[in-house]
């Protein structure tokens, strides 16, 4: 059993940055690759990027490339994101999630096995 809990949501202006972090208990924290996901209101939820277990591999969505950083330190139990250059678009829901999966479908979310509860992320113009 892993739980996750996400902090550093709030409200900013456009063009500023913000920092999530997702805090893992439970099992090893490095065994699992870990995402984070987005939900605007009337939206499916959206992949956002992924990190896997070791910490060399990243992908990211399209829409947040050059501007969001996932980071993970293993030593902490801890996920980040860092998002810079935020939009209006960029607001919705942050969830953080784990994945035990052995194949590489990094965007699915069913391929996650644990979900934090999210934290809001409101960007204003």
């Known amino acids: 059993q892993v739980q996750l809990v996400e902090s550093g949501g709030g409200l900013v202006q456009a063009g500023g940055s913000l920092r999530l972090s997702c805090a893992a208990s439970g099992r090893t924290f490095s065994s699992y690759h870990m995402g984070w996901f987005r939900q605007a209101p009337g939206k499916e939820r959206e992949f956002v990027a992924v990190?896997?277990?070791?910490?060399?591999?990243?992908y990211y969505t399209d829409s947040v490339k050059g501007r969001f950083t996932i980071s993970r330190d293993n030593a902490k139990n801890t996920l980040y994101l860092q998002m810079n250059s935020l939009k209006p678009e960029d607001t919705a829901v942050y969830y953080c999630?784990?994945?035990?999966?052995?194949?590489?479908?990094?965007?699915?979310?069913?391929?996650?096995?644990?979900w934090g509860q999210g934290t809001q992320v409101t960007i204003s113009s």
């Open positions: 999630a784990a994945s035990s999966s052995t194949g590489w479908f990094y965007s699915v979310p069913g391929e996650y096995d644990y």
């Open positions: 990190i896997a277990y070791s910490g060399g591999i990243t």
